[in-house]
């Protein structure tokens, strides 16, 4: 009997794949469902590999609340679920609002249904520092007013209310809403990282790419921001760290604390050129970058106040920027084209399951 089955959603994706590696090590049996759509399953392979365990794979959309039930069905020992499945790209939301209101959305709806015909009522959902729009206060504590300033924001806000909404009608329901903020780095293996297909929308992502070849020089998107060097804060949290705040996040929620909102950052903040320079460091070359306009919607400093997840979830970011640049050069260096299969592949029977 696996007493501490978790069913991942997204969990073939760059955060949700370090998360199953870390549950996997906390001893948590891990299912996972995913469609694919910005994902391989090499990663899963790659998970195995990691930890020497085996992962229950389903290739399943949200959006087939048939498919999940039945997953939650095969699996009764399933016992809570962390959601990081959903589209992300801020800049593409805007163009296919529709598309993102509904995977997102429409696919959290369809799980949380799911999940409640199941009798299933443990939630950590993937939230953002993007709910905090322009905050008005630095570093940002949860308490802070949110409201996003793009569709993909707006899913993200919507659903953290909605989730609230459900944990206030129905209080057997708890809920970890955990707000990341710049995810960075890569497992320290050196064989899983952040994948990201076509250009990479990130600054760290895209950095790796102009380090290996694949891009020329990065754009700075502006430097005429109030910082010291001119160009936007952010807080820069460590992929493994991030990990293991949803296992802190998951051992609270056995306390029964209703619906919980988290930062996860390390509550310090660092500038476009400062991440250019340690990660330079890290490659051993100055990588070539330009200063071009500032891209829409970007605002001048999101660092988070994470003392509420430090205190109440006994969690604190360690890894320093160095390690991060480190480590993500190293996953990068050695797998110059990410992980080398393309969604879409004829998937090996041994690694998925079919609904
Ligand atoms: P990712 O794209 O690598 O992972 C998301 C996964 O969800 C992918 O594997 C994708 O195939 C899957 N997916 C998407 N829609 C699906 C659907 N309808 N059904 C099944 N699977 C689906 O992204 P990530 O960076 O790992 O982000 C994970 C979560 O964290 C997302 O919800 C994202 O919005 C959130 N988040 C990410 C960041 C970031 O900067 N990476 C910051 C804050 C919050
Ligand atoms: C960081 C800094 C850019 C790329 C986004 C989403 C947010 C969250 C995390 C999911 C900014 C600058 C970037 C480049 C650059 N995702 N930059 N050149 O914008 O803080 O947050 O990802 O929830 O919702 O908005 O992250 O990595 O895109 O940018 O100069 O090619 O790097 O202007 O100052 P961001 P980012």
């Not at 990663?43 to 087939?64: H, N, P, Q």
């Not at 949803?246 to 056995?254: P, Q, T």
Request: proline share 6%.
């Amino acid at each position: 009997m696996d007493q501490k089955s978790v069913l991942v959603t997204g969990g073939a994706g760059y955060i949700g794949s370090h998360t199953v590696i870390e549950l996997l090590n906390a001893n948590y049996s891990v299912v996972i469902i995913d469609n694919l759509c910005n994902s391989s399953y090499e990663a899963v392979r790659r998970i195995e590999k990691i930890t020497g365990k085996s992962v229950t794979f389903y290739k399943v959309d949200l959006l087939d609340k048939k498919a999940m039930v039945e997953v939650f069905k095969r699996h009764p020992n399933i016992g809570s679920v962390i959601h990081f499945a959903g589209l992300k790209a801020v800049g593409e939301s805007t163009k296919i609002p529709l598309d993102y209101y509904h995977n997102n959305i429409t696919g959290t709806v369809l799980l949380l249904q799911a999940m409640k015909e199941n009798n299933v009522k443990d939630i950590i959902f993937s939230s953002s520092a993007t709910v905090y729009g322009d905050p008005p206060i630095i570093p940002i504590p949860e308490t802070c007013p949110t409201g996003a300033t793009n569709p993909y924001g707006r899913t993200k806000h919507y659903i953290e209310n909605m989730i609230r909404d459900l944990c206030t009608a129905e209080p057997d329901w708890n809920a970890g809403l955990l707000r990341y903020f710049n995810p960075a780095g890569a497992h320290p293996s050196g064989i899983l990282g952040e994948n990201p297909l076509g250009i990479p929308n990130n600054l760290m992502p895209f950095l790796a790419q102009v380090a290996i070849g694949r891009r020329e020089y990065l754009s700075v998107f502006g430097n005429d921001f109030p910082t010291k060097d001119g160009t936007p804060i952010r807080d820069y949290i460590n992929v493994v760290d991030l990990a293991k705040g949803h296992i802190a996040a998951l051992e609270k929620l056995r306390e029964k604390p209703g619906c919980v909102e988290y930062n996860l950052g390390t509550g310090k903040g660092k500038t476009v050129l400062e991440m250019v320079a340690a990660f330079s460091k890290a490659v051993g070359r100055d990588l070539p970058y330009k200063i071009v306009g500032r891209r829409a919607g970007d605002v001048t400093n999101l660092t988070a106040n994470p003392a509420k997840a430090n205190e109440e979830l006994k969690w604190k970011a360690e890894v320093s920027i160095e390690e991060s640049c480190a480590s993500l050069w190293n996953w990068q260096s050695k797998n110059p084209n990410g992980l080398e299969d393309c969604p879409g592949d004829a998937p090996p029977e041994s690694i998925i399951c079919y609904i």
